[in-house]
Nanobody, 125 residues
Framework: VQLQASGGGLVQAGDSLRLSCVIS????????MGWFRQAPGKEREFVGA????????YYADSAKGRFTISRDNRKNTVYLQMNSLKAEDTAVYYC???????????????????WGQGTQVTVSS
């Protein structure tokens, strides 16, 4: 299985970005998907996740109200729409596929068994 994240870049505070993650090699539509991020010198942290049916999402407090995750199962793609970006959102963003053994959305990295390569988001203040 492969995950390919894209869409990162350099933006100013207050701008928006949409990240995309294309998954191949497995039945994408049956897996919940998550986004994580890692800033320099920090642990990788949960941003948000979406169920396989798009029936529900869960977000970290830092993302609530600004970020939205969606997916298009026909395109094997999950998106992270980020609005009102702040300097503290600067990080490498990773998409990940949650292990199918979990029935609910998870926020820990150990619950995800496939990862993309990451895409850099830099927000200048």
């Amino acid at each position: 299985v492969q995950l390919q994240a894209s869409g990162g870049g350099l933006v100013q505070a207050g701008d928006s970005l949409r990240l995309s993650c294309v998954i191949s090699g497995r039945s994408f539509s049956r897996y919940s998907m998550g986004w994580f991020r890692q800033a320099p010198g920090k642990e990788r942290e949960f941003v948000g996740a979406i169920t396989w049916s798009s029936g529900g999402g869960y977000y970290a407090d830092s993302a609530k109200g600004r970020f939205t995750i969606s997916r298009d199962n026909r395109k094997n793609t999950v998106y992270l729409q980020m609005n009102s970006l702040k300097a503290e959102d600067t990080a490498v963003y990773y998409c990940a596929a949650q292990s199918p053994r979990y029935a609910v959305l998870k926020t820990t990295t150990g619950a995800y068994d496939s990862w993309g390569q990451g895409t850099q988001v830099t927000v200048s203040s």
